[in-house]
């Protein structure tokens, strides 16, 4: 059974997804005021600023948990699985015996939240890089120190 990510994640991503689209509507109402004397203008003053936000809040709100709802994962005893994706869904088997290192890390968000998010590194160049999102810290840390134990014991 695949686990969900942790439902705090939701806060975190809506704080950096609000702070972008916080960063593009005040872009598009500058734009709409140093455009308010133009000849040419084909919609009227505040309507693209208005759509921004719109749309954005939008994103924000909706985006943020329909990313959630579709993102989880599962240790098994070989393999490290994930399922993502609203539109495109991406089912990704990450072998354990393939992962070169791993890494637990924190921004300055997720540590608000207790939240942290696994980081697998495994060999080859395309895609060698796989991450977590989302994760409890200590959960995060407990399957770090799962998947080294099952390296140190297949090196053996």
């Given at each position: 059974?695949?686990?969900p990510l942790?439902?705090?994640?939701?806060?975190?991503?809506?704080i950096?997804?609000?702070?972008?689209?916080?960063?593009?509507?005040?872009?598009?109402?500058?734009?709409?005021?140093?455009?308010?004397?133009?000849?040419?203008?084909?919609?009227?003053?505040?309507?693209?600023?208005?759509?921004?936000?719109?749309?954005?809040?939008?994103?924000?709100?909706?985006?943020?948990?329909?990313?959630?709802?579709?993102?989880?994962?599962v240790?098994?005893?070989?393999?490290?699985?994930?399922?993502?994706?609203?539109?495109?869904?991406?089912?990704?088997?990450?072998?354990?015996?393939?992962i070169?290192?791993?890494?637990?890390?924190?921004?300055?968000?997720?540590?608000?939240?207790?939240l942290?998010?696994?980081i697998?590194h495994?060999?080859?160049?395309?895609?060698?890089?796989?991450?977590?999102?989302?994760?409890?810290?200590e959960t995060?840390?407990?399957?770090?120190?799962?998947?080294?134990?099952?390296?140190?014991?297949?090196?053996?």
């Amino acid at each position: 059974m695949m686990h969900p990510l942790e439902p705090a994640i939701v806060k975190v991503w809506r704080i950096k997804s609000g702070i972008w689209a916080g960063v593009v509507a005040v872009g598009v109402i500058v734009w709409d005021i140093l455009n308010f004397f133009d000849a040419d203008r084909v919609v009227p003053f505040g309507v693209w600023p208005a759509v921004a936000i719109l749309v954005g809040g939008g994103l924000v709100i909706w985006g943020t948990r329909w990313r959630y709802r579709y993102w989880k994962y599962v240790l098994q005893d070989e393999e490290l699985l994930l399922e993502r994706g609203v539109f495109n869904r991406i089912r990704t088997i990450v072998p354990l015996k393939r992962i070169q290192h791993i890494d637990v890390s924190q921004d300055v968000f997720e540590r608000e939240f207790d939240l942290g998010k696994l980081i697998v590194h495994t060999a080859g160049t395309k895609s060698s890089e796989v991450v977590v999102p989302g994760l409890h810290i200590e959960t995060a840390e407990h399957l770090r120190d799962t998947m080294k134990a099952f390296i140190v014991d297949e090196a053996l």
